[in-house]
């Protein structure tokens, strides 16, 4: 009882100052103070929003299935489009940092190696290869896949290194007096000490991945989050920009808290996180 | 797989478990050379509880690590089960003060970790892990991770993950130095009985007159840098040790004034060290 109460509070709280300028907005929308060709009424974008994700033709004309009809509106589509590149992408950057900052954090020799070239590199924003991007791979997904792996890497690959580097001295010892040497050493203790460092590179690559997606798709591909909002801009559809831009947010949401889930799966047994 | 028996245990009575002779060990920094032992001799028997005692800064823990073989001496010699020590490895099984248990790993997985490299038979693992789970009173946590256990938990599972080894020495490092004093009780208690069932021959570090009186057959006083050995000292008053008994009293006076003085210079080292600064 006290707890349900508590949490209305708590929902009360939360929503109190979004509710008020949500209102503050539409009023101001409404009474013409602000422009509506330049910022709609949050009503507006909402009913934009609707249309958006509607399936474009009624389901007698589709000769679709049920499911595939309900999501063949454009917004869907889009959110499928987006999502791909961005795993697609991930995969491909994550695949490459995770061996090479794995080689390097056990390697002294593989690392003197590789970090000069890398340090090199690291500092470029992906956004800065868009030109060799199209230069070399055209239009398309494959400029896309390329960028956001480019985003993905270099967060996975300092974090991973970082953590097989710093894995504490006390777990290297107590398991070389066990008697573990050489690749159980690795899967089983290195591995596992440096994975929450890795994970945050994980969580943090994807961040710049999701970055990079809504750049590749304004520019290299016609469909998609980034491409809707920037094809808005030119019909001024100011309320499908917004629509669009809080389809992107959630999608972040949806994928931070997915990363977020897995992390505090895979290390449940990691001092501190059971709070969150 | 040696298992202790206790007949064998018996025929080994005589036997040398640890013999260190004139070992040296000497740590060069870009300013000065510590010389953190110098010339050590000391024999331990096969079954025997040697406590190391001496303040911070005495080497106790540098003797123990070289005994592990995670830093080995600068000269003199070193055996453990008749062999060189050239590496750390599991005939030398230490418990460490800061318990080291893998915190990705639950109890009974921690336990398991030194079976699963001798690569024994999964079954074997099992029945063993169970047993020790048992004798440790660890069941209620055989699936907890380490970060849900208290520190005199942890330090059993540590005990636990040792002697799954059958290793014929147990190294230990202040492993009761970060407990509250009644966990430290049953953990001594524990560790005694223990010590008595499985004939380990035990290296224990301490800096805790009473925990070193309350537990050895001999108590080896070092002396504040260079770390020697200033005395060895027997304590051959039967198990249970009452803390209160003339003899015990006495011991712990001797010992402590012997202490003491070693404190003392390790405090006036410190206090030189502050003011050139």
Redesign the interface.
């Known amino acids: 009882m006290s707890s349900k109460s508590k949490m209305a509070k708590q929902l009360l709280h939360a929503t109190i100052l979004p509710v008020c300028l949500l209102l503050l907005w539409e009023l101001l929308t409404q009474s013409r103070v602000i422009n509506p060709q330049i910022l709609p009424a949050p009503s507006q974008v909402f009913l934009r929003w609707i249309a958006y994700a509607r399936p474009q033709v009624p389901y007698q004309e589709a000769h679709l299935g049920l499911l595939a009809w309900l999501f063949s509106g454009e917004l869907p589509l889009d959110l499928f489009a987006t999502s791909y590149r961005v795993v697609v992408g991930f995969g491909i950057g994550a695949g490459l940092a995770l061996p090479l900052g794995l080689f390097m954090g056990t390697s002294d020799a593989v690392y003197k190696l590789c970090n000069p070239l890398i340090q090199i590199l690291r500092p470029i924003p992906p956004i800065a290869y868009i030109p060799l991007a199209i230069l070399w791979f055209g239009l398309g997904n494959p400029p896309a896949f390329f960028l956001i792996s480019l985003g993905v890497f270099f967060p996975v690959l300092m974090n991973t290194i970082s953590g097989v580097r710093h894995v504490d001295s ?2 290297l ?8 040497g050489g690749l ?1 050493m690795f899967w ?2 290195i591995l ?2 440096a ?1 929450p460092q890795i994970l945050t590179g994980l969580r943090v690559g994807i961040g710049v991945g999701f970055i990079c997606v809504i750049v590749a798709e304004m520019i290299a591909v016609n469909n998609g989050l980034g491409f809707r909002i920037l094809e808005a801009r030119e019909f001024f559809w100011s309320d499908k920009i917004i629509a669009g831009m809080l389809t992107i947010g959630l999608l972040g949401l949806g994928i931070d808290t997915a990363m977020n889930r897995l992390n505090n799966y895979l290390l ?4 501190g996180l059971e709070s969150k | 797989m040696e298992v202790c028996l206790p007949d064998a245990a018996g025929l080994a009575e005589a036997q040398l478990q640890v013999q260190i002779a004139g070992v040296h060990k000497v740590f060069r920094t870009d300013a000065a050379e510590i010389v953190a032992l110098k010339d050590i001799n000391l024999e331990i028997r096969s079954g025997e509880f040697i406590c190391i005692l001496g303040p911070s800064g005495c080497g106790k823990s540098t003797l123990l690590n070289a005994v592990a073989g995670f830093s080995l001496p600068s000269s003199g010699q070193l055996l453990a089960n008749g062999r060189e020590v050239i590496a750390p490895g599991p005939d030398r099984a230490m418990v460490f003060q800061e318990y080291a248990l893998f915190p990705w790993m639950t109890v009974a997985q921690n336990i398991a970790f030194g079976l699963e490299i001798k690569k024994l038979p999964k079954r074997q693992i099992a029945e063993k892990v169970d047993a020790l789970l048992d004798k440790l009173s660890l069941n209620e946590f055989r699936d907890r991770f380490p970060k849900d256990l208290s520190g005199g938990m942890k330090q059993r599972v540590a005990i636990a993950r040792v002697l799954a080894l059958d290793s014929p020495i147990m190294l230990m490092d202040e492993p009761f130095g970060a407990l509250d004093a009644l966990t430290r009780r049953t953990l001594q208690d524990e560790l005694l009985r223990i010590w008595m069932e499985f004939k380990k021959t035990v290296l224990f570090v301490t800096h805790s007159i009473q925990e070193s009186i309350y537990l050895a057959d001999r108590v080896v006083v070092m002396t504040y840098r260079p770390g020697t050995v200033k005395k060895i000292v027997p304590v051959q008053l039967p198990h249970p040790r009452d803390l209160n008994s003339e003899q015990f009293v006495s011991l712990q006076k001797e010992l402590t004034q012997m202490v003491m003085e070693e404190q003392l210079r390790f405090q006036n080292d410190e206090i030189a060290f502050a003011t050139c600064d």
């Open positions: 006390i777990y010892r107590a398991a070389q007096n066990l008697g573990a159980t089983r203790v596992p000490a994975t449940r047994w990691h001092r």
